[in-house]
């Protein structure tokens, strides 16, 4: 099978077009994309999302494709700002894609989530959280991760029954993502009888975060609660520890990125963090996670929950014998489970999924691993 690759111009957009093209029949490709921070500051994560999506496109296409057409890839770049999304969303809807597997961060889903709804796309995000962004009512948008009200319960449930007696800083960065994270594992925090020490937002990018490491060594924080990303949290406990202070960071599922410890070093030792159940190691994901590996890709973080988006967008379209967004949306939420990697995967009429799977995972010596 030859592949082919053409660059589309035009900010943030680019098309992998992985198989044979139009087939004999005379029908074209059907498209779909996936879309998120290819660059900037949180490229990690766009990294995984389109080493998720291309791997799950060739391997439909190879498989025979959907409806005996070939999938069509396109990658949309937000670098994780809501304007730029905007801008993304609109070119996906004008090149006609069905299908988009994105995007990463709430604060750019939740604005695109619009765009695709008003122009007929469905949306399926492997990664974003806060509640918003199904809780509104689209009839479009599924996501196959669990909510931010949902691994703030795990948190504040983890750290209340072993942190209770020790002084915890809730930090966040004020994005959707971060601040509603905080947010919710305030909440559960203090349902349990449980006040926060301090309660403190810091600015995504900066490079120095010591005069906040020093109100925290001031009022003798030991836990530090963070919600945002792995780049700034990777800082923060890097430059408390350089400060001596004996304290542990724990976070949520942005931090589920090996460059998180690139930028700690040793200072993240002892890093806690939520994520769902390791998605490598699930007996679905088996064959896959080998042919990830044998091209020396480790399918971390959200890899395979993006191959699942693609998985069960290709597995409606056949159940359905077409790739109508809104009859796709229609049979997403009442035909499960849809089988993918991760699983069987069922959604509720908001279109999240209706098991969520968060647990806790531990930083030791430059790798993650969940705590048994």
């Given at each position: 099978m030859l592949t082919t690759r053409r660059l589309i111009l035009g900010a943030g957009l680019s098309t992998f077009a992985i198989g044979r093209g139009a087939l004999a029949q005379g029908t074209g490709p059907i498209r779909i994309a996936t879309a998120g921070p290819m660059t900037g500051q949180y490229a990690a994560f766009g990294t995984q999302m389109r080493e998720g999506a291309t791997q799950a496109v060739t391997d439909i296409n190879a498989a025979g494709g959907v409806l005996g057409r070939q999938l069509a890839l396109e990658v949309g770049d937000d670098a994780c700002d809501p304007r730029q999304a905007v801008s993304v969303a609109n070119q996906l809807a004008s090149r006609r894609v069905s299908f988009v597997a994105g995007h990463f961060c709430s604060g750019s889903s939740i604005p695109a989530r619009d765009v695709y709804a008003e122009e007929g796309v469905l949306q399926m995000s492997p990664a974003s959280t806060n509640p918003r962004f199904t809780d509104e009512g689209k009839w479009n948008t599924f996501r196959v991760c669990g909510r931010d009200d949902q691994q703030g319960q795990?948190?504040?449930?983890?750290?209340?029954?072993?942190?209770?007696?020790?002084?915890?800083?809730?930090?966040?960065?004020?994005?959707?993502?971060?601040?509603?994270?905080?947010?919710?594992?305030?909440?559960?925090?203090?349902?349990g009888g449980m006040q926060e020490a301090m309660y403190a937002a810091y600015t995504p990018g900066e490079r120095d975060y010591n005069a906040l490491v020093s109100r925290m060594k001031a009022a003798n924080i030991d836990v530090i609660y963070l919600g945002g990303y792995h780049t700034e949290g990777g800082l923060i406990i890097r430059q408390a520890k350089e400060q001596g202070m004996n304290v542990t960071l724990i976070g949520g599922d942005a931090l589920v990125t090996n460059e998180f410890w690139q930028i700690s070093g040793p200072a993240g030792e002892g890093t806690l963090m939520t994520f769902s159940s390791d998605p490598r190691r699930r007996p679905t994901a088996a064959q896959v996670v080998a042919r990830f590996r044998a091209r020396n890709v480790d399918p971390e973080g959200y890899v395979l929950y993006t191959y699942a988006a693609i998985q069960i967008f290709a597995e409606a379209a056949r159940r359905t014998n077409g790739v109508d967004p809104r009859r796709l949306a229609a049979a997403l939420k009442a035909q499960g489970p849809w089988p993918s990697v991760l699983g069987d995967i069922s959604f509720d009429q908001k279109g999240d999924v209706t098991v969520p799977d968060y647990v806790f995972y531990i930083w030791r010596n430059g790798s993650y691993a969940e705590i048994s």
């Open positions: 795990v948190a504040g449930r983890y750290i209340l029954q072993n942190m209770r007696q020790r002084r915890v800083a809730i930090l966040h960065d004020n994005s959707a993502y971060g601040k509603g994270l905080a947010d919710e594992t305030k909440k559960a925090l203090n349902a």
